[in-house]
Structures are given as structure tokens and as C-alpha cells.
């Protein structure tokens, strides 16, 4: 008989226990769905384009003349400043005439390897992004009904004949 009553409190204190359970978490029950509508947003997409354009380029061409002109000049203005000098101006103006020289050899190539600009039709490209709007499926409006109420929420699968819902239970206060 012992064995029987401690049985039986073990059992009124587990079904005591899992209403209270049931009462604070609730339990899950089955909706019948009875729409499941698809919702969409619209979106910005980017989409790379490559645009292309042709380019007038002028090209400034100089050829290098080298440097035997320079180096000639200098010679011979070098050569025709120190016979024209006498005593200490004979070193100034060799070296004054060196330069002169270098430079109107320099002078000369310049004058006579410039060629013409070219002009030349390049053509650029580049990859920018265009915007496109689509419009993005997100989920479902459901529609279900549950013990004769209608009820509304989003998901985002479609949730098929059923859906399952937490059933919350709690006494009436005052009854």
C-alpha cells in the first residue's frame, strides 16, 4: 500500500509539473493554411556595362639628335676662345666659348630632329555599374485558421496545408 501512495503522489506531482510546463511554454498544435500569398521587394541590382569611346591623342615626336653636335660645337668654340684670348683671359674665354658652342650644337639638333605631332585615334574603355530594380521574392503573407480564429503572419517558405503554431495556456483570473 505504501508502495501505491508513493506511486500515485510521484504521478499527481508529474502531471501537476508538465501543466505547469504546458502553461508557462505551451505546446505546439496544427493550423489548417488557408492562403499562402508569395512577397516580393523591389530591389537595386547592379549590372556592369563596358562603354567604349575613341580618343584624339596629339604625340609630341623627338627624335634624339646624340650627342656629336654638342660635343662639336664644344670643340670648336672651346678651340676659338682660346685663340682669341691672351694671357688670364685666355681661359675665360675658352670656357666661354666651349659653352657657346655646346649650346648652339644642342640648338642645332633640336631645330633639325623635331618632327611633326601625330595624332592618333585611341580608343578607352571602361566597366561602370548600371541599376537595375527587380523585384526579389522575401516569403509568404499565411493566412490559417486555428480553433475557428483567423490568424496572419509571414514566412519565409511556404508552409505548405498546415502550419504548426505554440498554443499558450493560462487560467482566467477571477473564475
Known amino acids: 500500500m505504501k508502495r501505491i501512495m508513493t506511486g500515485l503522489t ?3 506531482s508529474a502531471l501537476a509539473f508538465s501543466g505547469a510546463a504546458v502553461a508557462e511554454h505551451g505546446f505546439i498544435g496544427k493550423a489548417r493554411v488557408i492562403e499562402a500569398e508569395p512577397l516580393y521587394e523591389t530591389v537595386q541590382v ?4 563596358t562603354e567604349c569611346w575613341t580618343e584624339r591623342v596629339t ?3 623627338h627624335r634624339r639628335g ?11 668654340g672651346g678651340f676659338l676662345g682660346n ?7 685666355k681661359t675665360v674665354l675658352t670656357v666661354a666659348g666651349t659653352l657657346l658652342g655646346a649650346s648652339l650644337g644642342h640648338n642645332y639638333n633640336t631645330a633639325h630632329h623635331r618632327q611633326r605631332p601625330t595624332v592618333e585615334h585611341v580608343r578607352r574603355c571602361q566597366t561602370v555599374d548600371r541599376f537595375e530594380q527587380q523585384q526579389q521574392h ?6 490559417y485558421r486555428y480553433e475557428g480564429q483567423t490568424y496572419y503572419t509571414q514566412t519565409t517558405e511556404h508552409p505548405g496545408s ?14
Not at 46 to 49: E, I, K, T, Y
Not at 138 to 143: D, L, N
Open 138 to 143: 522575401v516569403g509568404y503573407r499565411v493566412k
Open 59 to 61: 604625340r609630341n615626336n
Open 162 to 175: 498546415h502550419i504548426p503554431v505554440r498554443v499558450q495556456v493560462s487560467p482566467v483570473n477571477g473564475i
Open 66 to 76: 646624340g650627342y656629336i653636335a654638342p660635343i662639336a660645337g664644344g670643340v670648336v
Open 46 to 49: 547592379p549590372r556592369p556595362v
Open 83 to 89: 685663340e682669341l684670348g691672351r694671357g688670364r683671359g
Open 10 to 12: 510521484l504521478g499527481i
